[in-house]
């Protein structure tokens, strides 16, 4: 999972990086900014909102995708709640599953805020 995040990521990064606004980076240049400034002032503003909501996107993905893998047999947290099924011990199976849903939900809520206050200054 780690590989396939790391490409979708760079994907990502890439497209937010291409998206940036030319005109602001063209006015660092016209001022005589150096090219870490460039990147500072006019690319980082720009891209650390989407960049940062990917992240937590891929990693809230990464989360749900666990633990469907780990029913199938392939370990991580869907495979403890596989035994807990399996072992008809379905309280706990339903507090893993709340337990998923609140932190995946709690992800995206920060997501969202974190977003919001980058996008405001």
């Known amino acids: ?25 063209e006015s660092l240049q016209v001022i005589g900014a150096s090219k870490l400034q460039i990147a500072q002032y006019g690319i980082l503003p720009q891209v650390l909102p989407l960049g940062l909501g990917y992240t937590f ?19 991580g947290i869907g495979f403890q709640l596989k035994s807990y099924i399996d072992g008809f011990e379905y309280t706990k199976a339903t507090t893993m ?3 998923l849903l ?20």
């Open 97 to 99: 599953m709340l337990v």
């Open 57 to 75: 996107w891929m990693f809230e993905y990464n989360i749900r995708a666990a633990s469907v893998l780990g029913v199938v047999g392939a370990g």
């Open 102 to 121: 609140v932190v995946v939900t709690v992800i995206d809520a920060f997501s969202s805020q974190l977003r919001h206050r980058l996008d405001s200054m």
């Open 1 to 25: 999972m780690g590989i396939y995040t790391i490409g979708y990521l760079a994907k990502f990064y890439q497209q937010a990086i291409e998206a940036v606004d030319p005109r602001s980076l």
